[in-house]
């Protein structure tokens, strides 16, 4: 299991050889837990493998290559690509390790376009846990069997050549694009962005932005705003003189977007431009936190005796002023976690607030939808 960083929460090495018991997991993921779900491979879980394809025309590559077993084995959508699950030997495991150079070794191994996880050492997260960009994982094949598979003739394991071939390739239109230099698609960045800042860093962060399927690219659009936010010499920037940036997004985005014509992209951007409350990372439910612990406490709760209920009060004020007329999301999970409180306790003091009248409850959320409840507070803001 880990937390939000993709960390282990607890000293995994005792199961990579033997799996925990189910008392263990229970105490895990009882009362107010807020880890996320991993698997570990190799012993532990009967020979279990992950194919880790990064580049989502990677995957599609193979998936076009071997139809049935990409119509069969166990995968899973992430932020950048898909991880296909299955099982191997320990023997054949062994023999793969050899073959990539890594007989002795623990831990994935990397390739070009991903990682392959197999063998001690390894673990991966999945569904329904939530990346750290904010992004959940999703099972596109539901787990229903875990098959067992020859890792070189299923095409999941690159030979040495094919390594070699693809490092020299991947940036070139053998992956359309994906990871495309400026140059490839036929500006040089100091040219084409003048005056703008562009380096590898701003390049591999607009990057992570891209859609890996068709139906993103509204949202993703709107990440790559947020990206750009948080550049300092661009916060400022009137949106229109950002099109370079989002012309180059486009390019990289054609091979799996619906909406080819740039225009369309360019109008979404600027509309986006000017909603961005929060530049990527700058983590705005701790900044508003941070406002409602220094601002005066709202006359409507000196009436509350306990002090992290009248912190609670204070927060959604400051989420109404961010949001303005227009209702705010809180959960109990997230209200909990700010205040460090059991999240059972945030929402009975939820319910209290709404009974109250501090809180209008204008659509109730759902913990089986994962969605959270909407209000509206009702002093002064």
């Given at each position: 299991m880990l937390v939000a960083e993709?960390?282990?929460?607890?000293?995994?090495?005792?199961?990579?050889?033997?799996?925990?018991?189910?008392?263990?997991?229970?105490?895990?993921?009882?009362?107010?837990?807020?880890?996320?779900?991993?698997?570990?491979?190799?012993?532990?879980?009967?020979?279990?493998?992950?194919?880790?394809?990064?580049?989502?025309?990677?995957?599609?590559?193979?998936?076009?290559?071997?139809?049935?077993?990409?119509?069969?084995?166990?995968?899973?959508?992430?932020?950048?690509?898909?991880?296909?699950?299955?099982r191997a030997n320990e023997k054949h495991i062994s023999e793969v390790r050899s073959r990539l150079g890594k007989p002795d070794g623990t831990g994935a191994i990397t390739f070009p376009n991903g990682e392959l996880r197999a063998g001690v050492g390894c673990y991966s997260v999945v569904p329904p846990s939530q990346h750290p960009s904010g992004t959940t994982y999703r099972w596109l094949n539901p787990p229903s069997d875990f098959r067992i598979v020859n890792l070189v003739?299923?095409?999941?394991?690159?030979?040495?050549?094919?390594?070699?071939?693809?490092?020299?390739?991947?940036?070139?239109?053998?992956?359309?694009?994906?990871?495309?230099?400026?140059?490839?698609?036929?500006?040089?960045?100091?040219?084409?962005?003048?005056?703008?800042?562009?380096?590898?860093?701003?390049?591999?962060?607009?990057?992570?932005?891209?859609?890996?399927?068709?139906?993103?690219?509204?949202n993703n659009v709107f990440e790559l705003a947020r990206t750009l936010k948080a550049i300092p010499t661009l916060t400022d920037a009137p949106g229109k003189h950002l099109r370079p940036y989002v012309r180059f997004w486009h390019e990289q985005a054609l091979p799996v977007i619906g909406t080819k014509a740039f225009e369309e992209t360019w109008i979404d951007f600027l509309k986006g431009w000017s909603r961005v409350k929060f530049p990527k990372g700058s983590g705005p439910m701790s900044g508003i936190l941070s406002r409602a612990l220094e601002a005066e406490l709202p006359k409507e709760a000196i009436v509350y005796e306990q002090e992290p209920l009248q912190l609670l009060v204070s927060l959604c004020r400051e989420l109404q002023r961010v949001h303005g007329d227009s209702p705010f999301f809180l959960s109990c999970r997230k209200a909990g976690q700010l205040l460090h409180v059991p999240f059972k306790t945030e929402n009975r003091w939820l319910f209290l607030l709404v009974q109250d009248g501090v809180l209008d409850l204008v659509i109730q959320g759902s913990m089986s939808g994962h969605q959270a409840s909407r209000f509206r507070y009702t002093g002064a803001t």
């Open positions: 993709k960390k282990p929460a607890v000293r995994w090495k005792r199961y990579q050889t033997k799996p925990p018991t189910e008392r263990t997991v229970r105490d895990w993921f009882g009362g107010d837990s807020t880890f996320g779900i991993t698997v570990i491979f190799g012993k532990a879980s009967g020979g279990l493998v992950s194919r880790d394809f990064d580049i989502m025309v990677a995957y599609e590559d193979w998936a076009l290559s071997h139809p049935q077993l990409a119509a069969s084995l166990p995968t899973v959508e992430t932020r950048r690509g898909r991880h296909v699950y299955c003739e299923s095409g999941l394991v690159m030979s040495p050549d094919d390594t070699e071939r693809t490092e020299k390739t991947e940036s070139t239109e053998e992956y359309r694009g994906i990871l495309r230099s400026t140059e490839a698609i036929g500006v040089k960045g100091g040219e084409f962005f003048g005056d703008l800042p562009w380096d590898s860093n701003i390049q591999r962060d607009v990057l992570e932005t891209l859609p890996t399927r068709s139906g993103m690219r509204n």
